[in-house]
Nanobody, 127 residues
């Protein structure tokens, strides 16, 4: 099993909502920065939302501010991404990543070099 496992993706109509989960297996997320990234067909991977170990600091891409919320429950070893008011341009494969030694700002800006990655979950926003 991969060290991070995403779930919660699916097909949703524009304006709908989804909640993604990122669960750690085999290690504790308590002191890791966590980021959500997405990759649309034909486009490069981009940072969507990131959160520090305590949950006290977050960072969002401008395109999702006010619509997406990242949160974490360290007791459950899980990080969430609540996505509201979804748009077709939100379509893509969503990945979570964990990185111990970084800042929450750098986490979202670095799209490849992190300690752990999940397998991704497909989000499709379409009528």
């Amino acid at each position: 099993q991969l060290p991070l496992v995403e779930s919660g993706g699916g097909l949703v109509q524009p304006g709908g909502s989804l909640r993604l989960s990122c669960a750690a297996s085999g290690f504790s997320l308590d002191y890791y920065n966590i980021g959500w990234f997405r990759q649309a067909p034909g486009k490069e991977r981009e940072g969507v939302a990131c959160i520090n170990g305590s949950g006290g600091s977050t960072n969002y891409a401008d395109s999702v501010k006010g619509r997406f919320t990242i949160s974490r429950d360290n007791a459950k070893n899980t990080v969430y991404l609540q996505m509201n008011s979804l748009k077709p341009e939100d379509t893509g494969v969503y990945y979570c990543a964990a990185d111990y030694y970084t800042t929450v700002q750098a986490m979202c800006n670095i799209v490849g070099d992190h300690d752990y990655w999940g397998q991704g979950t497909q989000v499709t926003v379409s009528s």
